[in-house]
């Protein structure tokens, strides 16, 4: 019989701006790894769930599923793959590529 092994704690520091949402996505050395702040008994203690995502290899489908959540690495990944076709296709129809820059900020607000 194999002898377990002993619990890993994990001490993760949360930045400042993050601590007031209730998701947010940040990056680790080997991906992305989403964090999500559970309800705790304990008023003055926060509990997080920590989840490696592999957002590369989610359909379009699953990243939406995931975007009210407020799953900032599902959204950043959505971007990542439309927003120069967004631009492209704004930039031919308005001509300027000013007013293109805030078209494709607009879609994806």
Not at 15 to 28: C, Q, R
Request: hydrophobic share 35%; glycine share 6%; charged share 25%.
């Amino acid at each position: 019989m194999r002898p377990q092994s002993p619990a890993k704690h994990v001490r993760l520091q949360i930045p400042v701006g993050i601590a007031n949402t209730d998701t947010t996505a940040l990056t680790g050395q080997d991906g992305k790894i989403n964090v999500q702040a559970l309800e705790s008994p304990n008023p003055h203690e926060t509990y997080w769930r920590l989840e490696r995502v592999d957002y590369t290899g989610l359909r379009d489908d699953e990243l939406m599923d995931r975007l009210p959540g407020r799953d900032l690495g599902a959204f950043q990944a959505l971007y990542d793959r439309y927003s120069d076709l967004v631009y492209s296709v704004s930039l031919r129809v308005v001509a300027d590529p000013y007013v293109a820059e805030d078209v494709t900020q607009d879609v994806f607000l």
